[in-house]
């Protein structure tokens, strides 16, 4: 670390002397880590850029379009785009998807009918779909288990890993499994996420036996972590969000989702209505957005993963249990810490929102969040709301305390931030 920054984490944000040392012990440590992630960001950016010239993306494709928004080229030229860095047949990105989770829910609503189960075989899955399937608790809110959808679920066994022969009983047994729910992401669990070559072994083995069911991803906070996305390894279907990776921090807001035509097709259905699908939907003149974020999602997912490195080894050197750590191998952008301790946990969220370019003079507090069981706390001083591609970092409160932190649109925040909430800590 160069000397007049030290001076000035100490000025400006009086980082203690035993935190810095810790910094530049865990910078030394994560080198190695970051170059590995520099050859898939490199990667990855070809890919995109590559992608884009294939369908002579030019200016025209940033017009405004309005009313129904038949033949908006922009936006019929985006999905083009993503099926292609997804390397699949079709794709459907849309401002109009308010976030992650209704892509998700458009995606389940479009390919399952009455009659048809759901399978999770990550266990239960992230908060926000529980209202979605039905076990969220809220009564008549039109969930899929009032329409008819019935759901199972598969938890992962004592290692962390996807319990196969519960897997194989359950599609040998249960004719009405019509699809596969795997995330990819940790969520708010104490586990790892799952390796897209290992999503692509229990694809295949799903596949083996019911080649019929549709393996649908949840591939929030996945994107451009590998080299491959689940699409390049079997998936029928994945979905995400724009204020994660893939919008690049400069998407204002939207989802997407990818996959085999029929089944995005589907799912087009739900997003507006039956009959109308994905050719309809004028884009307020966010086009250019869309595009610029992808463009840059490469580079910025990388520069979150740099931030969730180091965050790991210094947290690990100040004590604390991580995961994953510092050298394992990732598939999202997600760090968990694990406090032990109320106080810990709610002092490092508040350093990481005193570290934010926005309303870092806000204190966060737990509170109920909609789509949540538990009370929240979260960190987010952000240019686009909530988005969590940016640095954040939040909690359910409840033992044994973990934080989970992701985000950073430049590494350097990633690592200011972190090094604010460990002082907050230390001291
Ligand atoms: C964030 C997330 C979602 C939901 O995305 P939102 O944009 O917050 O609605 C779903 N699944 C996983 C694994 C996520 O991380």
């Given at each position: 670390m160069f000397d007049i920054t030290k001076e000035q984490l100490k000025g400006i944000y009086h980082i203690n002397d035993e935190t810095l040392h810790l910094y530049e012990q865990a910078i030394e440590d994560s080198n190695a880590e970051f170059r590995v992630y520099d050859e898939i960001r490199e990667y990855n950016q070809l890919k995109v850029l590559a992608a884009f010239q294939a369908e002579r993306i030019s200016d025209s494709h940033f017009t405004n379009s309005s009313g129904?928004?038949?033949?908006?080229i922009g936006r019929d030229a985006l999905d083009r785009v993503y099926a292609r860095v997804f390397n699949c047949e079709s794709a459907l990105v849309r401002p109009h998807f308010v976030n992650g989770t209704h892509a998700i829910g458009a995606a389940l609503f479009g390919n399952l009918r009455p009659g048809d189960t759901m399978l999770s075989i990550c266990g239960t899955p992230y908060d926000t779909l529980h209202n979605i399937i039905g076990i969220g608790g809220n009564k008549n809110i039109g969930s899929l288990s009032e329409y008819g959808v019935k759901y199972k679920q598969i938890d992962l066994n004592k290692n962390l890993k996807i319990d196969l022969p519960s897997v194989k009983e359950q599609l040998e047994n249960d004719k009405t499994i019509k699809l596969v729910h795997i995330q990819r992401s940790t969520g708010y669990g104490w586990r790892k996420s799952l390796l897209v070559s290992e999503i692509g072994e229990i694809i295949a083995y799903v596949k083996e036996l019911r080649p019929d069911v549709i393996c649908f991803v949840d591939n929030c906070y996945g994107e451009f972590i590998d080299t491959i996305e689940p699409t390049d390894v079997g998936a029928d279907l994945i979905a995400g969000s724009l204020i994660k990776n893939i919008g690049g921090g400069i998407a204002p807001a939207g989802g997407y989702i990818a996959g085999k035509k029929s089944c995005v097709e589907q799912a087009a259905y739900r997003l507006t209505i039956p009959g109308i699908g994905g050719e309809c939907g004028s884009t307020f003149g966010v086009m250019r957005l869309l595009f610029q974020g992808l463009f840059l999602a490469p580079h910025v997912a990388i520069e979150a993963v740099k931030g969730a490195i180091f965050c790991a080894r210094i947290m690990e050197l100040a004590g604390f249990e991580v995961l994953p750590k510092y050298t394992d191998k990732r598939s999202d952008i997600i760090q968990a810490i694990k406090f032990n301790n109320k106080e810990n946990l709610i002092q490092f969220c508040k350093g990481i929102q005193a570290g934010s370019?926005?309303?870092?003079?806000v204190e966060c507090e737990p509170w109920d969040m909609p789509g949540y069981n538990d009370q929240v706390i979260m960190a987010a001083g952000a240019f686009v709301q909530g988005s969590s591609i940016e640095l954040s970092a939040d909690a359910p409160i409840r033992e044994p305390y973990i934080a989970y932190l992701q985000g950073g649109l430049t590494f350097d925040h990633a690592k200011i931030g972190t090094l604010i909430s460990l002082a907050k800590i230390i001291k």
């Open positions: 129904y928004g038949y033949g908006d370019p926005i309303d870092s003079f």
